[in-house]
C-alpha cells in the first residue's frame, strides 16, 4: 500500500513546480503552522515563488478576520491560494475566495443576499487536523456577532486537496478529541439526514467502519496507521455530508459554541445521544424516504453492538475516552437561563433535516434529556 505521507507530499510539490504560480497565498493558524510540520513542508516545496501569509488568530472564524484576509488577497493579488490548517483556516480561505469582490458582507451574510460569481483563484487545502473534511465541502462557516452562518455554494469546493498525516499527528489532545468526534457525528449524521442518498450512505459506511476502529487508538498513539486511518475517515465524512448535510446535533452545537466557548466537536458531542435516542424512539414518526430503522442496523453492524441501548454506551465510551465532557453543570453550560439566546443561535435547516421532525418547544426536554 502506498504511504499517504509521501504520496500526497510528492503530488503537492508536482503540482506546485508543473503550474505557473507566479505568487501563493498561504492561510494558516499562526502556531499549528509551525507545529504541525507545514511551515517546513512549504519550505520545502515553494522555492523560488514569491509567497506571502496570512495567519489565523481568532479561535472561530468571524466576519472581522475574514474581512482582513480579504483585503490581503487584494493587497497580493495571488495565482494560488494554499490554506493549510484546521476547519477554520479551510473555511476562511473558501469563502474569502469567492467574496474578494463583494462589498456590505456583513449584511448580504446576515440577509442570504449574496452572489456568487467565481473563485478568485486556485485553492488548495491541506488539513492539519482529522475531523472537519473542509477540503471536500462546498460550504464555509462564519461567526457574526456569535451567531453563526453557513455559506453553501460549490464555487467553495477546493480545487485541489492534500491528505498528509504527518501534518496530522502533532495535534495536541483536545484538537485531535474534538476534530475526530466530529468526524464520527458527521457520518452519523449523514446516515440520519433526510438528503442522504446511496453514495452518502457509502461515504458515511467507510468513514465509521474506520473512525469507530481508530479513533480511540489515535488519542493514545498518533503513529501513522491511525493517524492515517483518522484522515481517511475525516475525508469521507466530509463526502458524505457534501451531499447529505448535518442534522440535529450540528444545529444545536453552533450555540454551545457562540456562547460557552465550547470547541465544536466537543459542542456536537453534548447531544448526539440525546438526539440519536429521540430518532429511535421515533422510528415509525420519521418522514424521510429510507428505513430510519435500517439506518440504525448499519449502526449497530459498523460499531459491533447489538440494540440501541449498547449503541448508546458505545458512543458515551468514545467520548470518555476522548475526555469529552457531557456534565452542563462542570461546563457552567445553563440551558433554562439562556434558552432564549440558545435557541437563536440554532440552524433551522439543519434542523430540519432531521429524519424526525423536531418541534423548537420540544428541544430543550431532548437537550436536557428530560
Given at each position: 500500500m502506498k504511504n499517504l505521507n509521501d504520496t500526497s507530499r510528492n503530488e503537492f510539490k508536482f503540482y506546485l513546480e508543473n503550474k505557473n504560480f507566479k505568487k501563493i497565498l498561504i492561510i494558516s493558524g499562526k502556531n499549528s503552522f509551525r507545529s504541525s510540520g507545514a511551515e517546513k513542508l512549504i519550505q520545502e516545496h515553494s522555492k523560488q515563488k514569491k509567497i506571502s501569509f496570512f495567519f489565523k488568530t481568532n479561535k472561530y472564524p468571524d466576519l472581522f478576520e475574514l474581512e482582513k484576509l480579504i483585503s490581503c488577497i487584494k493587497n497580493t493579488l495571488p495565482d494560488l491560494i494554499v490554506a493549510i490548517g484546521g476547519g477554520s483556516v479551510i473555511d476562511y480561505a473558501k469563502i474569502a475566495n469567492v467574496f474578494v469582490d463583494s462589498d456590505n458582507l456583513q449584511e448580504k451574510i446576515?440577509?442570504?443576499?449574496?452572489?456568487?460569481?467565481?473563485?478568485?483563484?486556485k485553492l488548495i487545502a491541506i488539513p492539519t487536523t482529522a475531523g472537519s473534511g473542509a477540503e471536500v465541502t462546498s460550504n464555509g462557516v462564519i461567526y457574526i456577532n456569535k451567531k453563526k452562518y453557513s455559506i453553501e455554494n460549490e464555487k467553495l469546493l477546493p480545487d485541489k486537496f492534500y491528505l498528509i498525516p504527518d501534518l496530522?499527528?502533532?495535534?495536541n489532545f483536545t484538537v485531535k478529541s474534538s476534530a475526530g468526534f466530529d468526524a464520527i457525528a458527521q457520518a452519523i449524521e449523514s446516515l440520519m439526514s433526510k438528503k442522504s442518498n446511496h453514495e452518502s450512505v457509502i461515504f458515511a459506511e467507510k468513514s465509521l467502519s474506520l473512525s469507530f476502529k481508530y479513533f480511540v487508538d489515535f488519542l493514545k498513539n498518533s503513529n501513522y496507521?491511525?493517524?492515517?486511518?483518522?484522515?481517511?475517515s475525516s475525508n469521507l465524512a466530509g463526502q458524505a455530508i457534501n451531499i447529505s448535510k448535518t442534522t440535529a446535533p450540528h444545529a444545536?452545537?453552533?450555540?454551545?459554541?457562540?456562547?460557552?466557548?465550547?470547541?465544536?466537536?466537543?459542542?456536537?458531542?453534548?447531544?448526539?445521544?440525546?438526539?440519536l435516542r429521540f430518532n429511535y424512539n421515533?422510528?415509525?414518526?420519521?418522514?424521510?424516504?429510507?428505513?430510519?430503522?435500517?439506518?440504525?442496523?448499519?449502526?449497530f453492524r459498523l460499531s459491533n453492538t447489538k440494540d440501541f441501548v449498547s449503541f448508546d454506551k458505545?458512543?458515551?465510551?468514545?467520548?470518555?475516552?476522548?475526555?469529552?465532557?457531557?456534565?452542563?453543570?462542570?461546563l457552567k453550560i445553563d440551558i433554562e437561563k439562556d434558552f432564549s439566546n440558545f435557541e437563536s443561535g440554532i440552524n433551522a435547516l439543519r434542523l430540519a433535516n432531521n429524519p424526525v421532525d423536531i418541534q423548537i418547544k420540544d428541544l430543550k426536554k431532548i437537550i436536557l434529556n428530560l
Open positions: 446576515e440577509n442570504s443576499d449574496y452572489k456568487i460569481r467565481d473563485k478568485f483563484t496530522v499527528k502533532n495535534a496507521e491511525n493517524t492515517s486511518a483518522m484522515c481517511l444545536v452545537s453552533y450555540p454551545f459554541t457562540s456562547i460557552y466557548g465550547i470547541n465544536h466537536g466537543h459542542a456536537v458531542s453534548l447531544t448526539l445521544n440525546q438526539f421515533h422510528l415509525n414518526e420519521a418522514k424521510c424516504n429510507f428505513s430510519l430503522s435500517g439506518r440504525f442496523e448499519n449502526l458505545f458512543l458515551k465510551n468514545i467520548k470518555r475516552e476522548a475526555n469529552l465532557e457531557g456534565d452542563f453543570k462542570k
